[in-house]
Nanobody
Framework: QVHMNESGGGLVQVGDSLRLSCAVSGRTFSTYAMGWFRQAPGKEREFVATISTRGRTTYYADSVKGRFTISRDNAKNTVYLQMNSLRPDDTAVYYC???????????????WGQGTQVTVSS
């Protein structure tokens, strides 16, 4: 069983930055592609970013490209999401997710965290 714990969310102002972290239990972290998703109130969960097992491949949603950066530290079993130039429409619960093998921008991940709230105030 894989357990994932997100942290780093909070209330910020427009233009501020936040770094989300997701710590993953187990010894197989380096075999998982990792993703970040978000869900705003009344909306469906949507893809934000994904990173391959060794961190060589990343993909981003168009809405966050150039502002957000996904990274991972396999020695620490942790994936990060650096969020810069935050906007009110970035307000959502952010979830990390894991799946064995290749990256995907779909919701086809096997394991999900409990989520962390990010609120961007104008």
């Amino acid at each position: 069983q894989v357990h994932m714990n997100e942290s780093g969310g909070g209330l910020v102002q427009v233009g501020d930055s936040l770094r989300l972290s997701c710590a993953v239990s187990g010894r197989t972290f380096s075999t998982y592609a990792m993703g970040w998703f978000r869900q705003a109130p009344g909306k469906e969960r949507e893809f934000v970013a994904t990173i391959s097992t060794r961190g060589r491949t990343t993909y981003y949603a168009d809405s966050v490209k150039g502002r957000f950066t996904i990274s991972r530290d396999n020695a620490k079993n942790t994936v990060y999401l650096q969020m810069n130039s935050l906007r009110p429409d970035d307000t959502a619960v952010y979830y990390c997710a894991a799946r064995p093998g290749a990256v995907t921008t779909t919701l086809a991940y096997d394991y999900w965290g409990q989520g962390t709230q990010v609120t961007v105030s104008s």
